[in-house]
């Protein structure tokens, strides 16, 4: 996996007790452009924190595609398609 720098869109969250921001980026892919929202949560407390945990819950997801499934805490990520 290909990681570059690129800008991370911060947005407040109004409605919600438990979330005050999330964190949002688009990628290029083959199909389109896929784009990532992480929700600030615990331990999520920066766009940093935001972005390893979507790494992390990717590679949870590959592993659990290959068969090799582990046990992990994953932030709550709400990946999307941008046709």
Do not use: C
Not at 36 to 46: F, K, S
Not at 51 to 75: E, I, P, T, V
């Amino acid at each position: 996996m290909e990681v570059t720098l690129g800008e991370v869109e911060v947005f407040t969250v109004t409605g919600q007790s438990d979330v005050a921001r999330a964190y949002a980026w688009a990628e290029d892919v083959a199909t389109g452009s896929n784009s990532t929202v992480v929700l600030e949560r615990p331990p999520i407390e920066t766009a940093l924190d935001a972005f390893r945990a979507a790494l992390a819950s990717a590679a949870k997801r590959a592993a659990h595609n290959s068969g090799l499934r582990k046990q992990a805490k994953a932030a709550i990520i709400i990946p999307w398609q941008i046709s």
